[in-house]
T-cell receptor, first 116, second 113 residues
């Protein structure tokens, strides 16, 4: 069964450093998403992406964040200058069965980001 | 403010028993409601999606209900198994949302032998 994959599974970085989190969505999907989950808290929406542009983003997704689909398979989240409060599990999701907002979103296993 | 509240926070049941988890939401305008299962350290897995016009949907031993008038949903698990131990998260999408899912905090279910 196709699944969303994410790399790395765990990333440790120093405050102020740039990190890139990578995701390979399910191959025939059209809609891509990033979410984060701070330890012990609820999952929070960051951004949705369709047709090579951002469809919607949350207040969390400020100028420090960017997303890119550099080729036909990868979907990346870049944090330019990490802060301690960026420490969280970051989930990529993809969907494509229906109109965005009504599709089933399939989540990857997550990347745990630790900022020291 | 769009919010999703779940109860109970945690629940312990014996294997083979049934249980019901509750969800209240204030998301408006409403588009759809989803239930996800999340194992510790893993990504959420979709169980059901219901739109405004649907008031019940089943997926194996999982049955979700939706009352869009009272803005309440429930997830009923029958004949629980040890592998059902996980967090169950109620997730709501607003109309015109471009994929922005609003998550509840989840109910942590433990199934004991």
């Amino acid at each position: 069964e196709p699944e969303v994959t994410q790399t790395p599974s765990h990333q440790v970085t120093q405050m102020g450093q740039e990190v890139i989190l990578r995701c390979v969505p399910i191959s025939n999907h059209l809609y891509f998403y990033w979410y984060r989950q701070i330890l012990g808290q609820k999952v929070e929406f960051l951004v949705s992406f369709y047709n090579n542009e951002i469809s919607e983003k949350s207040e969390i997704f400020d100028d420090q964040f960017s997303v890119e689909r550099p080729d036909g398979s990868n979907f990346t989240l870049k944090i330019r200058s990490t802060k301690l409060e960026d420490s969280a599990m970051y989930f990529c999701a993809s969907g494509g069965q229906a109109r965005m907002g009504t599709d089933t979103q399939y989540f990857g296993p997550g990347t745990r980001l630790t900022v020291l | 403010k769009n919010q999703v509240e779940q109860s109970p926070q945690s629940l312990i049941i014996l294997e083979g028993k049934n249980c019901t988890l509750q969800c209240n939401y204030t998301v408006s305008p409403f588009s759809n409601l989803r239930w996800y299962k999340q194992d510790t350290g893993r990504g959420p897995v979709s169980l059901t999606i219901m739109t405004f016009s649907e008031n019940t949907k089943s997926n194996g031993r999982y049955t979700a209900t939706l009352d869009a008038d009272t803005k309440q949903s429930s997830l009923h698990i029958t004949a629980s198994q040890l592998s059902d131990s996980a967090s169950y998260i109620c997730v709501v999408s607003a109309r015109r949302s471009q994929g922005n899912l609003i998550f509840g905090k989840g109910t942590k279910l433990s199934v004991k032998p």
